[in-house]
């Protein structure tokens, strides 16, 4: 059990016996009325969104998960394939599952997965991957961080804003919380 205060994007509950991963969570404070928590809630089951709103004090249930880490390989039609770093068997994860990772994988990372009776329902990207930049204006002479940042698109496809001295095919650390640039990737 945990209390709805601390429900997060990502987490897994269960909810009238079905489960379902909070897709998105936000707290809202009303003044005297008091705060609750605005959540839009994924089902693993069906794939359905529902909204739903809990009081900050209320207790979610959370099941048990199994984690391991999963090594990604590579895009199979809609699928993922993964591959079980302990016993090097390999799964197919469906999109509903895995989200936009396909803006952050390029293959070989390493992700963590949750499974209840043995199927994968939840994955954790890394907290920063490294990426090129495929596409890019080019660097502008006595730019510095301070200046506007510009449009890129990254190797995978993902949009991002960078500072002016970024260059194409250069390599930069991305937060996949966020999507966004955090520094040069050194190396």
Do not use: W
Not at 13 to 35: C, F, M, P, Q
Not at 55 to 70: A, C, G, K, Q
């Amino acid at each position: 059990m945990m209390k709805a205060i601390d429900l997060r994007k990502g987490k897994l509950i269960s909810l009238d016996g079905e489960l379902y991963t909070v897709h998105e969570s936000r707290h809202v404070a009303k003044g005297n009325k008091g705060s609750y928590m605005q959540t839009k809630l994924r089902s693993v089951k069906s794939g359905n969104m529902i909204d739903m709103r809990f009081n900050v004090n209320d207790r979610v249930e959370t099941p048990f998960l199994d984690t391991r880490p999963y090594e990604y390989l590579y895009r199979d039609g809609n699928d993922y394939v993964l591959m079980d770093q302990e016993t090097y068997d390999q799964v197919h994860v469906s999109e509903d599952v895995m989200g936009d990772a396909y803006l952050y994988l390029k293959g070989n990372e390493t992700i963590t997965c949750g499974a209840v009776d043995g199927k994968i329902v939840i994955a954790e990207l890394p907290n920063v991957v490294e990426l090129t930049v495929a596409e890019t204006s080019p660097v502008v002479k006595g730019a510095t961080a301070t200046n506007q940042n510009k449009d890129a698109i990254l190797e995978t496809g993902l949009r991002i804003k960078v500072p002016p001295f970024i260059d194409t095919g250069e390599l930069v650390r991305v937060d996949t919380r966020s999507g966004e640039y955090l520094e040069r990737a050194k190396g």
